[in-house]
């Protein structure tokens, strides 16, 4: 490995090798830089003689990282991420604020929560951004590295790198269609259960998980909308069960449970919220059924941050509206 010498190297060009770790295109790094396409290539061009590899090339979905690449990108974002917070300030004006929030969650808290959240964010900071995206392969991975401030979802184990706090709790009802034969008497019994298809809500690794849950990165999240375990669990209540339909997200069950016979579990906030549009019938579990807690984690070590002490903040509000 060549040595790196480090009076060719200046903290835009590490910016930049950031930007294109993250976004793997060259226009979308140069709109997050406020750069031109070819200024981004000229430095990329720079960066790569600096550390004699090719770094970044083009592929079918857009710049793929090499492996040297791929090595670096967590170590930079971290010693990136150090930089930031030692020359923060140790207050935050949020008027003032042009901070990028980045919150990795699914499709769920992106319906209830942060609705209110994004009111109370655009109230009181109208220059910040917020950028909510999709739990990555390992969301654990993505909070120490910096790439999220946040992660919010269902979590069991996490390691002590990580803080968190309890946001709001929902509980699970299972739906099917206002017209379903089995929604005519007013009651759910197992046996009317166990008669009709399942739509099963499982994040795609949910082929990984046990229990409906996924260790990864000293974090454990839950990928299965369901409280049975698993997608492919066998009884309901002690009664056969029949999974006919794998979604990723409880919205779409739902929509696909008002124009069919089968039935979906789905959190009760959400549920009710489409139960009108969708014409959908809710009942509770006619088994004891636990509630789910939804959380906030973030990196410990971030813990006495002003920005993000602030939008956590947003958060609990937001959540005691709910």
């Not at 903290?11 to 793997?24: S, V």
């Not at 999709?134 to 803080?163: C, K, Q, Y």
């Not at 549920?271 to 939804?294: C, N, Q, S, T």
Request: net charge neutral; glycine share 8%.
């Amino acid at each position: 490995m060549p040595d790196i010498h480090f009076d060719s190297l200046d903290l835009n060009l590490l910016r930049l090798f950031d930007a294109l770790a993250e976004e793997r295109s060259v226009t979308r790094a140069g709109a997050r830089l406020g750069l031109t396409q070819s200024a981004v290539s000229h430095a990329l061009n720079r960066l790569r003689h600096i550390l004699q590899d090719e770094l970044f090339v083009r592929g079918p979905d857009g710049m793929r990282a090499t492996a040297r690449a791929e090595e670096i990108a967590p170590r930079l974002r971290q010693g990136l991420n150090q930089l930031q917070l030692a020359l923060a300030p140790t207050t935050f004006t949020p008027a003032d604020s042009q901070r990028r929030f980045t919150i990795a969650t699914g499709p769920y808290v992106c319906a209830v929560l942060m609705p209110g959240v994004v009111a109370r964010v655009r109230r009181q900071a109208p220059a910040a951004e917020l950028r909510l995206q999709a739990h990555g392969g390992s969301p654990g991975e993505d909070l120490l590295s910096g790439r999220v401030d946040l992660a919010i979802g269902i979590f069991g184990r996490a390691s002590d790198r990580f803080a968190r706090e309890p946001l709001f709790n929902d509980s699970m009802v299972w739906a099917m269609r206002a017209g379903n034969p089995a929604a005519a008497s007013g009651e759910l019994t197992p046996e009317a259960l166990a008669g009709m298809a399942h739509v099963v809500t499982a994040a795609a690794e949910h082929v990984q998980a046990v229990d409906g849950r996924i260790l990864e990165s000293g974090l454990e999240r839950r990928v299965i909308w369901d409280d049975f375990g698993a997608a492919d669990g066998s009884v309901v209540g002690g009664w056969p069960r029949t999974v006919g339909l794998t979604v990723q997200d409880s919205q779409s069950a739902l929509a696909i449970v008002g124009r069919t016979d089968m039935a979906a579990m789905a959190p009760a906030r959400l549920a009710r919220a489409l139960a009108a549009p969708y014409g959908l019938k809710l009942f509770d579990p006619p088994y004891a059924a636990a509630p789910v807690a939804i959380e906030a984690l973030w990196r410990r070590d971030l813990s006495e941050n002003p920005p993000l002490d602030w939008l956590r903040s947003q958060l609990r509000a937001a959540a005691a509206e709910l």
